[in-house]
T-cell receptor
């Protein structure tokens, strides 16, 4: 059974710092991995999707990497801004399955 | 495109009542999903559909029903509501094309309280 863990559960940094959010999963037979952002009381916004054959994806200040063999993904945020404050969720879809298995998220606070 | 829309945004239901949460997408996506999110927990899949007329259970289907009569709509029905169904419900969709990008796009959620 796939399990997804995100560490740390919460992170507080000053504006301008580069930071890394971690996601680990127990079953390496994944089809893809998706990173989401969730603002309080809002829905999920897709940030990046990495197919199982890819090592990384980039969008603006965000870079997500995937190491299937070790069951890890990282989301790198460069030059953090207060507007980056949100909960970041990692979700994995296993090969042959429809559902996404979600981690419980990392709550990020970037202070000015 | 409006994307994935959900109604209502908030609702309070009494124990034993029934209601339908609405979900519509205008992206012509084949796949649609219903998740619930409980405080401090990850999202869990309730039901999903791979196309009009086809639905299947997810991890936590008990107490819910779905139908998919059109590509656009995927309503979630709660029968005999219980306090354990207090949660935030998210609808999502994805294109379903083989290969390539297969992002799931989420609606804004329905916050449901059962008292």
């Amino acid at each position: 059974k796939q399990e997804v863990t995100q560490i740390p559960a919460a992170l507080s940094v000053p504006e301008g710092e580069n930071l890394v959010l971690n996601c680990s999963f127990t079953d390496s037979a994944i089809y893809n991995l998706q990173w989401f952002r969730q603002d309080p009381g809002k829905g999920l916004t897709s940030l990046l999707l990495i197919q199982s054959s890819q090592r990384e994806q980039t969008s603006g200040r965000l870079n997500a990497s995937l190491d299937k063999s070790s069951g890890r993904s990282t989301l790198y945020i460069a030059a953090s801004q207060p507007g980056d404050s949100a909960t970041y969720l990692c979700a994995v879809r296993n090969t042959g399955f429809q559902k996404l298995v979600f981690g419980t998220g990392t709550r990020l606070l970037v202070s000015p | 495109n409006a994307g994935v829309t959900q109604t209502p945004k908030f609702h309070i239901l009494k124990i034993g009542q029934s209601m339908t949460l609405q979900c519509t997408q205008d992206m012509n996506h084949n796949y649609m999903y219903w998740y619930r999110q409980d405080p401090g927990m990850g999202l869990k899949l309730i039901y999903y559909s791979v196309g009009a007329g086809i639905t299947d259970k997810g991890e936590v289907p008990n107490g819910y029903n779905v139908s998919r009569s059109t590509t656009e709509d995927f309503p979630l029905r709660l029968e005999l509501a219980a306090p354990s169904q207090t949660s935030v419900y998210f609808c999502a969709s994805r294109p379903g094309t083989s290969g390539g990008y297969n992002e799931q796009f989420f609606g804004p959620g329905t916050r449901l309280t059962v008292l």
